[in-house]
């Protein structure tokens, strides 16, 4: 099992020194943003979901609940977040509960498609189907929890031909829970579940860039309490994706979709 970390709270507080209460947002934006791009990556999608303070958002694959946390503070909407990971959401709660916003943020912890909420004005993905075998059904239950003209942003990686990214990677260990398409496929897949495409970007550069950048932090002896550390082979699994990116193999594409009436 890829997502087998366990008391992530506690390896938090120890990787970082200190309780996560006394930690800056910067700081823990280190540890709780599991996708490329981190904070920055969910500035770029907030735009495109057009939300607004009393809207209720839905974000699938929340994690450890990071972007979730940003999303509230920054539109004033409430959000709620689905994970199948049991650990993943008891960490995402504690540092819901740390940041000042159990009121505004809540997570549970299953699949979408036994979710039982409905009626949400906007939702997002964020490196969350490359688990995914059946992405038709998968985007037609989130789907379903939408209100007609919602609005649906992704960010998600793709493979750009035939070729296969070198495990271990950050969504999977060995490469049988890997499911990736092109994006061409996954953007097809995405309007044939009932959506309408507004804009679909190609990020590989800006992620490029910001592994780049990452990786230089690290060097320069500042990755100690980051997102790496709390994962099993965690700067391997990173250094994969960077070179499957860097090489070609791998592509990141940002999308905006509106739900069709």
């Not at 959506?195 to 320069?220: C, H, K, N, S, Y």
Request: proline share 4%; hydrophobic share 45%; glycine share 10%.
């Amino acid at each position: 099992m890829t997502y087998a970390e366990t008391d992530l709270v506690a390896s938090m507080e120890r990787l970082a020194g200190d309780d996560l209460a006394a930690l800056t947002q910067e700081q823990r934006d280190q540890f709780d943003q599991f996708h490329a791009g981190g904070s920055e990556a969910v500035e770029r999608l907030l735009p495109s979901l057009h939300l607004a303070p009393g809207m209720t958002v839905l974000d699938v694959g929340s994690g450890l609940g990071g972007p979730a946390r940003q999303v509230a503070r920054g539109s004033g909407c409430a959000v709620v977040g689905v994970d199948l990971t049991p650990a993943y959401v008891d960490a995402a709660r504690e540092l819901t509960r740390i940041a000042g916003l159990t009121e505004q943020v809540s997570f549970r912890c299953g699949d979408i498609a036994a979710f039982d909420g409905a009626a949400f004005d906007a939702a997002y993905t964020l490196h969350v189907q490359m688990n995914v075998e059946d992405k038709k059904t998968f985007f037609a239950e989130i789907g379903r929890r939408l209100l007609p003209g919602a609005h649906f942003a992704t960010f998600e990686v793709c493979r750009s031909d035939g070729r296969q990214p070198t495990p271990p990677l950050p969504w999977s260990l060995d490469g049988t829970d890997s499911f990736l398409v092109t994006a061409g496929e996954l953007r097809g897949t995405i309007r044939s579940s009932g959506f309408e495409l507004v804009e679909w970007v190609d990020e590989t550069a800006w992620v490029r860039q910001w592994f780049e950048d990452f990786g230089a932090r690290i060097a320069a002896g500042g990755g100690q309490a980051a997102l790496p550390a709390l994962l099993t082979d965690g700067l391997t699994r990173m250094l994969n994706f960077a070179i499957a990116l860097d090489t070609g193999v791998l592509s990141v594409h940002r999308g905006s979709f509106v739900k069709a009436p």
